[in-house]
């Protein structure tokens, strides 16, 4: 069964550095999201990405994250200066026909 | 805007027991509603899906939901609960396949 992938799955970076997360959605879907869950808090949308730009974003996606689709299948989000608070479990998900949005296994960012 | 409660942090079952997991929403748009389940240090696995079709909807693992329009309800239940079932409940809300609105999650454990 096709699945979301995300490298790498922990990331450790210290404070001001620049991160970028990875994800290879599913290969025919066409919608891409990230979230992010920090520890022990609720799953929060950050941003979804549609035909080559961003189609909606949160509060959260300030000026210091990004998303690209550098290729046919990578989906990257990078954060250019990280802040303590940044760290988190960063979720990658696609979605396919049916409405529901597949998830990737995460990757943990922890910022030092 | 759309939001997602989930009544009870945490919820703790005998094996074999009624499994009951409350959701409730709000959505100015006729909901699409789905249940995620986590399991510790994974990723988010889709449960079961309400997409305007059948009210009873049938998920994974012999969990399923009801649909109450009239009580904005989405509560989750399995007949009888399992070892293997305890992880964290997360109920979400979109609209059309828009970004996932998740409620705080609950944590199910079981008691042998």
């Known amino acids: 069964e096709p699945e979301v992938t995300q490298t790498p799955s922990h990331q450790v970076t210290q404070m001001g550095q620049e991160v970028i997360l990875r994800c290879v959605p599913i290969?025919?879907?066409?919608?891409f999201y990230w979230y992010r869950q920090i520890l022990g808090q609720k799953v929060e949308f950050l941003v979804s990405?549609?035909?080559?730009?961003?189609?909606?974003k949160s509060e959260i996606f300030d000026d210091q994250f990004s998303v690209e689709r550098p290729d046919g299948s990578n989906f990257t989000l990078k954060i250019r200066s990280t802040k303590l608070e940044d760290s988190a479990m960063y979720f990658c998900a696609s979605i396919g026909l049916g409405y529901e949005q597949y998830f990737g296994p995460g990757t943990r960012l922890t910022v030092t | 805007a759309q939001s997602v409660t989930q009544l009870g942090s945490h919820v703790s079952v005998s094996e074999g027991a009624l499994v009951l997991l409350r959701c409730n929403y709000s959505?100015?748009?006729?909901?699409?509603l789905f249940w995620y389940v986590q399991y510790p240090n994974q990723g988010l696995q889709l449960l079961l899906k309400?997409?305007?079709?059948?009210?009873l909807v049938k998920g994974i693992n012999g969990f399923e939901a009801e649909f109450k329009k009239s009580e904005t309800s989405f509560h989750l239940t399995k007949p009888s609960a399992h070892m293997s079932d305890a992880a964290e409940y997360f109920c979400?809300?979109?609209?059309?396949?828009?970004?996932?609105?998740f409620g705080g999650g609950t944590r199910l454990m079981v008691k042998p």
């Open positions: 959505s100015s748009v006729p909901p699409y």
């Open positions: 990405f549609y035909n080559n730009e961003i189609s909606e």
């Open positions: 309400y997409t305007s079709a059948a009210t």
């Open positions: 290969s025919n879907h066409l919608y």
């Open positions: 979400a809300v979109s609209d059309a396949g828009n970004m996932l609105t």
